[in-house]
């Protein structure tokens, strides 16, 4: 089984940066496709990036494209997500999710079998 932890969340202001911190256990993330998602009180869940365990690249949503860097560490087993240029709209509870099968489509929650407790982000205007 494995066990997500994200850490880093807080209340900033448009404009600033942020960095999010996912660690796994009970597993090695590199095996497993990873992603952030995000979601917004009363909205629905919200694809953020992801990395493909098949191809080693790194997607994003258009809504953080150019603001946002998802990164992994192989020798610490995390994964993370630096975010800049925050924006009121970028607020949400942001989780750390790893999936495991090969063929799984990287943009859906389906995909992922494991998720984080989630960590809030809140960016005031």
Known sequence: QVHLVESGGGLVQAGDSLRLSCAASGGTL???HM????????????FVAAIS?????TVYADAVKGRFTMTNDNAKNTMGLEMNSL?????AVYYCTAGRRLAADIGLPGS??????????????
């Open 30 to 32: 590199s095996t497993f």
């Open 35 to 46: 992603a952030w998602w995000r979601q917004a009180s009363g909205k629905t869940r919200e």
């Open 53 to 57: 365990r098949l191809t080693g690249v």
């Open 87 to 91: 924006k009121s709209e970028d607020t």
């Open 112 to 125: 992922y079998e494991y998720w984080g407790q989630g960590t809030q982000v809140t960016v005031s205007s």
